[in-house]
């Protein structure tokens, strides 16, 4: 199952009103066009795919429901039993559900939101997109004894290594162990090696809520997150797909291919079909 939670671009014009500089924050925080390679290798592999259309600035589908800076809601008290942003780094940090600022940019918004506002984000973009991956990811383990999820992102060019070599082009992020089978991270870094490609294994990129939420390798439920350097395909300005996308999208789906015969040689068909029932 391929996901993109990150490339959305339907800006509802309220929102754009609301922004700062709506240009600049947009394009920061877009894992831009990725969803291009997504379905890309979907086409190409006969993967699922989940697109998010939303935005990352109207809310971030790699956050939990509760990573929210308070102070950004009018009525700012946050609901009991939730985590306050003091208790926060995401949401300090100015990166939590709803992003606030970015380095080097300051704040996004003009003004504060409210607290429906909010509640509709959450009710209409984020609970249906984690329902959506999460039955997705439950039907193909019932059916074949053990299930994949790519969540695919993009990054900014990482910066120069020691002795000059340029920055790893992509990062592969299993939570340092925890979100998959270590024989689907093995097999991925063989491929992009003999590729010629340079990894990088999670730094700076972890991965986030999507593979803590959706990752269960002990019940079949396996999860990656894989960056693509915005160089590698997209244009010199980093906004429009460049001549290298299509090439880009070939490897990917060679990598898909090999980590779906990997996952199917650990499945075990009929283990979970009990619990399911």
């Not at 504060?112 to 990811?137: S, T, V």
Request: with cysteine; aromatic share 4%.
């Amino acid at each position: 199952m391929i996901a993109v939670p990150h490339a959305g671009r339907d800006y509802p014009d309220d929102l754009l009103a609301r922004m700062r500089d709506s240009t600049v924050s947009a394009l920061r925080l877009e894992d831009r066009h990725a969803d291009v390679l997504g379905k890309a290798i979907a086409r190409s592999t006969g993967a699922g795919l989940l697109v998010a259309h939303a935005p990352r600035a109207m809310l971030d589908l790699n956050r939990s429901a509760d990573d929210m800076d308070w102070s950004m809601v009018a009525d700012s008290a946050p609901p009991s039993g939730t985590r306050h942003s003091l208790a926060n780094r995401r949401a300090r940090g100015g990166l939590g559900i709803v992003p606030r600022r970015l380095p080097g940019h300051g704040e996004i918004w003009k003004r504060r939101m409210e607290r429906g506002d909010l509640e509709n984000r959450l009710a209409g973009i984020h609970q249906p997109y984690h329902a959506a991956l999460r039955g997705a990811l439950h039907q193909l383990r019932d059916r074949w004894g053990a299930a994949l999820l790519v969540d695919l992102h993009s990054m900014p060019p990482l910066p120069a290594r020691t002795g000059g070599r340029p920055g790893a082009e992509f990062v592969i992020g299993d939570r340092f162990g925890a979100s998959c089978d270590r024989a689907l991270v093995a097999a991925a870094f063989s491929y992009l090696e003999a590729q010629g490609r340079q990894a990088a294994h999670n730094r700076p990129y972890a991965g986030g809520f999507v593979l803590d939420h959706h990752a269960a390798p002990a019940r079949g439920i396996h999860a990656l997150q894989i960056e693509v350097c915005r160089s590698s395909y997209l244009d010199g300005r980093l906004l429009e797909p460049s001549g290298r996308a299509a090439g880009v999208a070939r490897l990917l789906s060679g990598l898909v291919r090999l980590l779906a015969n990997e996952v199917a040689s650990i499945a075990r068909p009929g283990r979970f079909g009990l619990a399911a029932e």
